[in-house]
């Protein structure tokens, strides 16, 4: 028979274990993708054009090298979470920092983001956002309507002690409804997910695809109809064939208390 003493011991080591393996690790007093002397911007470009991007007629490159360092990015529009435009050695990055971030809290003056997504259509997806905010997202400005071709990223992850995940977000649409296919470092593998009304859902897996923490990886899609392929550094990892042919907004996605670097954001539209 167990005393007291004992089960009490059991539930103290029960709750250090979720502690130490589930909480959301503390954010560091100072990040360490900004250097000590620049502080947070928050509010700085919210209102801010976006950021140039390079063009050659259905190829458009986000690099972020024209962004300000501790301010939110003007290329990509935060919608759920915490994103910053920081450095990692001397090139500037995207980088979302899911430690401070608590699950259900929207990206700072979501209303005005939202609308300079939808326009006037901004109030469903406003709706679908403030009650659906469970994943860290952002939307890539100046590509409405991505249906058919390639989207690719650089990520790098950082940390996170329940996730180090990353994805490309494509679909999105103005309920709030999209697909995402994300990378997680600490679970080495691929997954395929559509988000509909806030619930995600797992459409393709793809287990043992190494993504080690602390090294640059490339991710990439291929959207042809409904035939959808993505590849990790080079090597081609999962295939489905999706419900329905993609449309709609494109952007990048993470997971909890995530910290990853993304770079290189690059979409090729099909002629």
């Given at each position: ?45 919210q209102t ?120 490309i977000l ?12 994300r990378a ?88």
């Amino acid at each position: 028979m167990i005393g007291l003493g004992g089960i009490a011991a059991s539930a103290a080591a029960a709750t250090f274990a979720w502690q130490m393996w589930f909480a959301t690790a503390p954010a560091p007093a100072q990040l360490e993708y900004l250097p000590p002397n620049v502080p947070l911007r928050v509010a700085e470009a919210q209102t801010a054009p976006p950021s140039p991007v390079t063009v050659d007629g259905n190829h458009v490159r986000f690099d972020f090298s024209s962004e300000t360092v501790g301010a939110p990015p003007r290329s990509f529009v935060p919608v759920v979470g915490n994103w910053i435009v920081g450095i990692d050695g001397d090139n500037r990055v995207l980088v979302v920092d899911g430690r401070k971030w608590q699950e259900g809290q929207p990206a700072a003056g979501i209303a005005d983001r939202a609308r300079s997504i939808y326009g006037e259509r901004y109030a469903e997806f406003l709706d679908s956002v403030t009650a659906f905010a469970y994943y860290p997202y952002a939307v890539a400005t100046g590509i409405d309507d991505f249906r058919e071709g390639e989207i690719s990223l650089r990520f790098k992850a950082i940390d996170g002690r329940v996730d180090q995940g990353l994805g490309i977000l494509f679909d999105l649409q103005p309920n709030g409804n999209y697909l995402t296919v994300r990378a997680n470092a600490l679970e080495n593998n691929l997954v395929l997910w559509k988000v509909e009304k806030g619930e995600r859902t797992s459409v393709k897996w793809v287990r043992n695809v190494p993504t080690a923490t602390g090294q640059w990886h490339d991710l990439r899609v291929v959207i042809k109809g409904t035939k959808f392929d993505c590849y990790l550094d080079g090597k081609l990892y999962l295939t489905d064939t999706l419900a329905h042919p993609a449309s709609g907004r494109i952007g990048v996605w993470s997971k909890a208390d995530s910290v990853v670097y993304v770079d290189d954001f690059t979409v090729q539209r099909a002629p």
